[in-house]
């Protein structure tokens, strides 16, 4: 059974290619992160995730995102994923996954949809849109869900919003466009990742 990551910031490389993947993946390493999700829209995104749990193995937990159902469970975890991540709360997804011995990180939007995914076995939350759920939403949560719960916000996080959420009881950050967009230059990828690192531990 794999354990919750200790950083908690994770990389989300959305529209990531194979051939570029592992560069960036290179930068954010260096950079401090020790989480990278390849969201499975993203061009041959099982190929991505083979290449980082190979070039990393044990030291960096790698992620697929936007997971819909058992099939893609078992795609990406045979490709190397320890994480899966889905926008929306699937009690089937979520079952496979522990089943499967990963860990589990469902999207929800409501106290409801949270409660129910802790039922079914979900590791940790993720709050999704984050944005607009806004920190008051954290807060109210944190007040009802059982104490400890894991809760990462993700969806239009950066720089200005993500101590916010910090300050409000969030486990951890999902970062998105804010980071990483297909095909920027790495170096602004390095400059994107010290600048939402020192604004997630400076706070």
């Not at 109210?140 to 969806?155: E, K, Q, S, Y």
Request: aromatic share 4%; net charge neutral.
């Amino acid at each position: 059974m794999r354990t919750l990551p200790h950083d908690p910031l994770i990389a989300i490389l959305r529209g990531v290619t194979v051939d570029e993947v592992l560069g960036i993946a290179d930068v954010l390493v260096d950079a401090g992160f020790r989480v990278i999700e390849v969201p499975l829209n993203s061009p041959a995104a099982l190929q991505s995730i083979e290449a980082l749990a190979a070039r990393f193995g044990d030291t960096v937990l790698i992620g697929a995102g936007t997971v819909f159902n058992v099939q893609q469970v078992d795609a990406a975890i045979a490709a190397g994923a320890g994480l899966l991540l889905s926008p929306n709360r699937n009690e089937a997804v979520i079952r496979r996954t522990v089943q499967a011995g990963a860990l589990s990180m469902p999207g929800v939007a409501t106290c409801s949809e949270a409660l129910e995914a802790l039922d079914a076995g979900a590791h940790a939350l993720k709050l999704f849109p984050a944005d607009v759920l806004g920190t008051a939403t954290m807060k109210a949560w944190r007040a009802v869900l059982p104490a400890g719960t894991p809760m990462f916000c993700v969806g239009g996080m950066d720089a200005g919003n993500i101590g916010g959420f910090k300050r409000a009881g969030a486990t951890g950050i999902g970062l998105g466009s804010s980071l990483y967009q297909a095909r920027i230059p790495i170096a602004d990828v390095a400059s994107r990742a010290r600048v939402l690192r020192l604004a997630w531990f400076g706070t």
